[in-house]
């Protein structure tokens, strides 16, 4: 072995060392580590999950929509409310025709006012009409601000995943670049074959492609994440990150935790039930329309009399029997979807709180600690790698082990947030199920202040 050789190689191994150093140093999750950036990301723009659900909740256009809808529907309500005007008359009979002949008759004029009695049967059911519609427009509107949120964490923390796949793909591909080195020092001394420096190119071009894939995906996630924030310019920029803690979010307690009852659409389901019912008896009331009562004066040769009267209408062809039959098709048809809902609501209860319940758990087993503070899982794939290069330099292992330990390094990091991200999704979308605000004052503040990191 030549100087020119060992230089090279005690070079390398500073290299490796190095490297393996600095990886056991990063912020776990790289992406997403506590607080902290990407490696290759110094400088660039940050941003929460709290900011994100923030942001939802105060300026997404189909919340900002459903908000105006509950705007509407308690106009809708004050409408309802509302009684009807009096209508005042004012006739004159007996008067002269211009440029005609003075009637023989005397001019009489008869003022009167009128005031419309189907309010006194016809006000109490539209009101509780509007009033529970008033509600379903609200429960309504908090249903699409909990679905746009836990979609917006979702796709945040597909980028977070998107950024820990690019960045292990990245440490991959320079881990193979000292192999390259390695294998090309070797050929040159004629040590090894050359087979396994052409292999060696191969795989690291491979995972440049690689890099390259997860660099597409994570571009197509914040373009996707930037939708909900509303500014896809500046979200889109390639130096932009989102920062997710590494640890995993506390399932509610059972004391603590609300029930599928308290969803939203649950509750609006209600409403609208309750609107029903209160529709078939507006609409029972609409069998006596234009009911009023008329008082006025009439005044005759300078005297005056009191004018009384009763408007009634006779309902002997509309009786309203078709809008009661629709009224009473409605009500039925609100009482099987709010059937329908707390079942789904239920089934979807009893699913986040399983799926909650089993990551919580694998997340429990796979984040233990080994005593330098590392995650042992992701401390054995990156020990067996260095292993593996340590042995192929020693000519005891074939390439082709190198190779694998390096995927299997980037797979089980990959794998492990995934894991962790999947977790945190899972709590937030339990909190959902059961009717919990899903906003950064609630789901976030409770969950993290209570948050335990296994050791």
């Known amino acids: 072995m030549t100087i020119a050789y060992r230089l090279i190689l005690a070079l390398l191994l500073c290299l490796t060392a190095f ?34 659900l923030d942001s939802v909740a105060a300026r997404h256009p189909l919340v900002g929509a459903a908000r105006a809808r509950v705007r509407a529907a308690h106009g809708s309500r004050r409408a309802a409310g509302t009684f009807a005007n009096p209508v005042l008359g004012y006739d004159v009979e007996n008067a002269p025709l211009p440029g005609g002949a003075s009637p023989t008759m005397d001019r009489e ?38 679905r746009i949120a836990l979609d917006a964490a979702s796709a945040y923390f597909r980028t977070a995943l998107a950024q820990v796949g690019l ?86 307690s059972t004391t603590t935790a609300g029930t599928a ?34 008082i006025g004066t009439k005044q005759t040769e300078g005297v005056s009399t009191l004018v009384a009267g009763v408007s009634l209408p006779v309902p002997i062809f509309d009786q309203n029997r078709g809008s009661r039959e629709r009224a009473n098709a409605e009500r039925d048809a609100a009482r099987l979807e709010l059937v329908s809902e707390e079942r789904t609501a239920s089934a979807t209860l ?70 962790i991200y999947a977790q945190q999704e899972s709590v937030l979308a339990l909190l959902v199920a059961q009717g919990t605000p899903l906003s950064s004052a609630t789901a976030l503040g409770d969950a993290q202040t209570n948050r335990s990191t296994p050791r």
Do not use: C, K
């Not at 056991?24 to 929460?48: E, H, K, N, Y």
């Not at 080195?181 to 087979?195: C, L, P, Q, W």
């Not at 052409?198 to 571009?219: G, K």
């Open 109 to 146: 004029v008869m003022t009167t006012v009128m005031l419309p009695l189907e309010e006194l049967y016809q006000r109490g059911p539209r009101v509780r009409r509007a009033a529970a519609e008033w509600r379903a427009a609200a429960a309504d509107a908090a249903a699409t601000e909990q």
């Open 350 to 419: 009893i699913g986040a709180t399983l799926a909650a319940q089993l990551l919580s758990a694998r997340v429990a087993t796979m984040s233990a600690r080994d005593r330098a503070g590392r995650v042992a899982y992701l401390a054995r794939a990156d020990e067996a790698r260095r292993i593996a290069l340590g042995a192929y330099r020693e000519g005891a292992v074939p390439l082709f082990q190198v190779i694998d330990a390096a995927r299997t390094w980037a797979e089980a990091r990959v794998a492990y947030y995934r894991l």
């Open 167 to 252: 960045d292990a793909a990245h440490d991959v591909s320079a881990w193979l670049d000292t192999v390259v080195v390695y294998n090309r020092s070797r050929v040159r001394e004629g040590v090894t074959a050359e087979a396994d420096l052409i292999r060696s190119e191969v795989e690291r071009d491979r995972a440049a492609a690689d890099a390259t894939m997860q660099e597409a995906e994570l571009a197509r996630a914040r373009a996707d994440l930037s939708a909900f924030m509303g500014d896809p310019a500046n979200l889109a920029r390639s130096d932009f990150v989102v920062v997710v803690d590494d640890r995993a979010l506390v399932m509610p």
């Open 19 to 52: 490297g393996e150093s600095a990886l056991a140093q990063r912020p776990a999750g790289g992406a997403g580590g506590a607080g902290a950036t990407p490696s290759d990301s110094r400088g660039a723009s940050a941003l929460t999950l709290g900011a994100l």
């Open 261 to 294: 009852a308290g969803r939203p659409e649950v509750r609006a389901a209600r409403e609208r039930a309750s609107a029903a019912n209160a529709g078939v008896s507006a609409e029972r009331s609409m069998f006596l329309r234009q009911l009023g009562a008329t």
